[in-house]
């Protein structure tokens, strides 16, 4: 299953998040996640992991042109001379002819230059150095900054999104500017959200997991969920949420666990800088 952006390529409908996984036991687990079957993979410079994607993707055995590879810019790099060299140290790092996907990490709208990196982005991607663009955790009005200032809708938008933060109103307004949702932390507080009752009772219903239904809800909800697993188990649990499917109480019961305290921590992009 994949959805097709609004320039025309297509990204799966589950990733693989990598933060924290580096170093060669990171590169095996990535690997490994690739031919579990996954073939989106998200990373950022912030991460400093990227030389560990690129390494996973040729020990993998899969085609890079299967494989939807991910990086996004750091705060620090704004101006927009400066995102143009982080790309290309991006794709250094991975030893790759391209990246598939690259986003803007954090708007940092306290610094004020996103719309200088969004342009610069636009003309690498205008290169062919980038094949897809888009943000991370950008706000309406970033959002409808950027578009004005550039003529250029990002492809996706990239924010933190689970059952205790559901993100309503950004996901349609994502929707109606044609942007692709994606889901950071997709299983929030996973170890609160995998013992809540109502999960765990439609987990039952379906002989499923509990990460397995918050999956499911995600791709009903037309976002693309991103989660990291280390071991070859889960990571296989997390791809297997195509065979069965919630229906409309559930969901709904799962989007009414929304809290207004739902952040995983004190990061609103309307405030938070991220270098």
């Not at 991607?125 to 955790?137: A, E, F, M, P, Y």
């Not at 109606?176 to 609160?192: D, F, V, Y």
């Not at 297997?240 to 990061?267: C, H, K, Y």
Request: charged share 20%.
């Amino acid at each position: 299953m994949t959805h097709t952006l609004n320039d025309g390529h297509a990204l799966p409908a589950i990733g693989f998040g990598t933060y924290p996984l580096g170093g060669p036991t990171g590169v095996e687990a990535m690997a490994g996640a690739l031919r579990q079957g996954y073939r989106l993979i998200d990373s950022a410079v912030n991460y400093e992991n990227e030389g560990a994607v690129g390494e996973a993707v040729r020990r993998s055995g899969v085609p890079r042109e299967e494989i939807v590879v991910t990086s996004k810019l750091p705060g620090r790099h704004h101006a927009y001379g400066e995102a143009k060299t982080c790309v290309y140290e991006s794709l250094y790092r991975m030893q790759l002819d391209h990246i598939d996907l690259y986003l803007i990490h954090w708007p940092n709208p306290g610094v004020d230059r996103y719309v200088e990196a969004w342009q610069a982005l636009v003309d690498l991607q205008r290169d062919g150095v980038l094949r897809s663009i888009g943000v991370s955790n950008f706000l309406p009005d970033h959002l409808d900054r950027i578009i004005a200032e550039t003529g250029v809708t990002p492809a996706v938008n990239q924010v933190e999104l689970h059952p205790f933060f559901p993100q309503a109103l950004q996901r349609q307004v994502d929707a109606e500017r044609g942007i692709r949702t994606e889901a950071w932390s997709p299983l929030g507080r996973a170890q609160e959200i995998m013992h809540d009752p109502v999960i765990a009772g439609v987990a039952d219903a379906h002989g499923r997991t509990p990460a397995q239904v918050v999956l499911r809800w995600h791709l009903q909800l037309g976002t693309i969920p991103l989660p990291k697993a280390a071991s070859a188990s889960r990571q296989l649990e997390n791809l297997s949420v195509f065979d069965f499917e919630l229906d409309a109480a559930q969901m709904a019961a799962i989007t009414a666990l929304g809290r207004s305290d739902g952040r995983l921590f004190n990061a609103d992009p309307a405030t938070h800088e991220e270098l």
